[in-house]
């Protein structure tokens, strides 16, 4: 079975911390994904990955960047985290031509 | 870009059918996914379907899929309070690296 693991399940944090979000995946996938979940507005992505050292923005980078210096993980930072980023993050991999397979999510606090 | 829409809200007695309902705009739309997400989880794939169908069944599930009206359903017969989830849809013109998703339907289950 692919997993998919998230460093944390909640955080909290005040407003101006640097927050580092760690996704990890066991099973080789080249893709790996970040989204927000807030409610009623359903998945956001942030930033993907097709590889290593390689990211692209998604819909919605601003005030995020991420890291992939290794392949099985993606890490989303948010460099100076300020009260609207209070949110759901998930973190998704894929490999070639299958579905997204999600890690159980963050849920972080910024205060 | 791509608009994917849903009920936030459905609400069912135990024992009945659930129909949870989802409209996307781009009539390029090759596959079609429905997840499942958990209290506390992340998002799991429950189905999928090709645009060339109109209709997927897999146990209790059905999905049905109106491409002329850009309508997708997701049928649960003899619905379990197990089911009590939010339902994601998402559509895609590529594949699972680059899925669009809907805002979810809270789906509660009234024993």
């Known amino acids: 079975d692919v997993k998919v693991t998230q460093s944390s399940r909640y955080l909290v944090k005040r407003t101006g911390e640097k927050v580092f979000l760690e996704c990890v995946q066991d099973m080789d996938h080249e893709n790996m994904f970040w989204y927000r979940q807030d409610p009623g507005l359903g998945l956001r992505l942030i930033y993907f990955?097709?590889?290593?050292?390689?990211?692209e923005k998604g819909d919605i980078p601003e005030g995020y960047s991420v890291s992939r210096e290794k392949k099985e993980r993606f890490s989303l930072i948010l460099e100076s985290a300020s009260t609207n980023q209070t949110s759901m993050y998930l973190c998704?991999?894929?490999?070639?031509?299958?579905?997204?397979?999600f890690g159980p999510g963050t849920r972080l606090l910024v205060l | 870009g791509e608009d994917v829409e849903q009920s936030l809200f459905l609400s069912v007695r135990e024992g009945d059918s659930s129909v949870i309902n989802c409209t996307y705009t781009d009539s390029s739309s090759t596959y079609l996914y429905w997840y499942k997400q958990e209290p506390g989880a992340g998002l799991q794939l429950l189905t999928y379907?090709?645009?060339?169908?109109d209709m997927k069944q897999d146990q209790r599930l059905t999905v049905l899929l109106n491409k002329k009206d850009k309508h997708l359903s997701l049928r649960i017969a003899d619905t379990q309070t197990g089911d009590s989830a939010i339902y994601f849809c998402a559509e895609s013109t590529t594949g699972a690296n680059n899925l669009f998703f809907g805002t979810g339907t809270r789906l509660t289950v009234i024993p």
């Open positions: 998704a991999s894929t490999g070639q031509g299958e579905t997204q397979y």
């Open positions: 379907i090709f645009s060339n169908m």
């Open positions: 990955s097709y590889d290593v050292k390689m990211k």
